[in-house]
């Protein structure tokens, strides 16, 4: 972590994790100017506060606003991993925004050869189950969702906490047809079928393997990734029960 651009992206995250303050975006909103420099940031923090051992993350997410766009990746820290039903108790969380998703779980491992000429078919040949998730989407910058792309991406692509519903066997499915439902506490139900970004959730998962393989390094079996929202972010308070459900996949849920 040589670049003093990203060493001072670092500091500031730090500094926003151990006091519970959000830094200021606008200080650093030019600072960064590629993707490659944010990653590193997130490596950075990662390697500070210890998350992985030898095996690498085992949870990450990854997902885009379409298949024209460039997919993102962040590696998720252990300690924000939680199986449903979950409580926050006194998890610190600036905002709470509420993304449900589908998780999935590799059944195999992958090094940087076999992910190098992966396509959307041998992918799905290497997961073993999906389960509902819920990604609460939090921030250590001022700002939030507002923050600079690149700063977002630093801060792993505005991650707070990944809440996993009970696994169930892998098998594709017609996604255009899949319906989710999401009650926050007293707010209207929110439905949506076929919404996600990608199309399939299991579009992105080559690109993300040859993201998480870069190096030489090999991605582990068991290793969870969530692939994204189907409702877009919605607004949550402390205290609601938020409630995500996939028809014919399941469910999960969190008490923030």
Sequence with gaps: MSDPRVTSVVHALLRARQTYHQAEAGEFSETL????????AQDGVAQALQWFGPEGPMHWKSGGASRQATLTHAPLPPAGIWNSPASAGGFAFAMRGIEA???LRLGQSVNAEQAATLDASGASALIEAMAVSIEVVDSRWSGGMAAPALLRLADLQTHGALVLGPW??????????????????????????????LG?????????LRHATRG???VAAGTVLTTGTWVGVLNASAGDLVRAEFDGIGAAQVQL
């Excluded at 255009?176 to 439905?191: A, D, L, N």
């Design 101 to 103: 998703e589908i998780a």
């Design 200 to 208: 399939d959730p299991v579009w992105g998962v080559p690109e993300w």
């Design 33 to 40: 100017s590629s993707a490659e420099q944010a990653y590193a």
């Design 216 to 218: 030489g390094r090999t």
């Design 168 to 197: 169930v066997p892998w098998a594709p499915r017609d996604w255009s047809q899949q319906v989710c439902r999401v009650y926050i506490g007293e707010q209207p139900v929110v439905q949506r079928q076929g919404t996600h970004a």
